[in-house]
T-cell receptor
């Protein structure tokens, strides 16, 4: 079992709709969870992180964490063409080690 | 605040040659990471430093890869000798320990 799993996509969402990205992790001791956006040919860019169960909202982005189910998700409301990118889920353990999933490629269709 | 700096940005070498990459983290960040990202995959941690000590190098191919972080600031990653499968983007990231990590622009390595 991979430490961090994501559906590789591609995920296509119409402009203005909600994009939902999902991630599961295997280590129950994981402490914090991150979502990065990576445009083609660019480095990953941190967009959100979450530590506690529940929802965390930042503008059009909402991160959701369910530690019992070992599941974290990212919702993007009012999707824009500029949101088209690969979204990487990452999980941190107690030693600051950050493990990435393979990423989900998101395409927003105008 | 200046970001994570890396050089060179691009490197093309032949297999069996050696190559070195340099990283300067964000000022004050104690933790420094080197990741390898192969096209179409997520970043894979190669080595993690806390100040100038190694915290995790379990996925570093130690027969050919080496890294050091002298004085707890800059770091270099070396590959000797390079193989075709080392073609990837090498990303350096730094962290203040609060969990967030900031990446440099990466070094794109092509091994022919």
């Amino acid at each position: 079992q991979k430490e961090v799993e994501q559906n590789s996509g591609p995920l296509s969402v119409p402009e203005g709709a909600i994009a939902s990205l999902n991630c599961t992790y295997s280590d129950r001791g994981s402490q914090s969870f991150f979502w990065y956006r990576q445009y083609s040919g660019k480095s990953p860019e941190l967009i959100m992180f979450i530590y506690s169960n529940g929802d965390k909202e930042d503008g059009r982005f909402t991160a959701q964490l369910n530690k019992a189910s070992q599941y974290v998700s990212l919702l993007i409301r009012d999707s824009q063409p500029s949101d088209s990118a690969t979204y990487l889920c990452a999980v941190k353990n107690g030693n600051e080690k950050l493990t990435f999933g393979t990423g989900t490629r998101l395409t927003i269709i105008p | 605040e200046a970001g994570v700096a890396q050089s060179p940005r691009y490197k093309i070498i032949e297999k069996r040659q050696s190559v070195a990459f340099w990283c300067n983290p964000i000022s004050g960040h104690a933790t420094l990471y080197w990741y390898q990202q192969i096209l179409g995959q997520g970043p894979k941690l190669l080595i993690q430093f806390q100040n100038n000590g190694v915290v995790d190098d379990s996925q570093l191919p130690k027969d050919r890869f080496s890294a050091e972080r002298l004085k707890g600031v800059d770091s270099t990653l070396k590959i000797q000798p390079a193989k075709l499968e080392d073609s990837a983007v090498y990303l350096c990231a730094s962290s203040s320990g609060l969990g967030a990590k900031y990446f440099g622009p990466g070094t794109r390595l092509l091994v022919l």
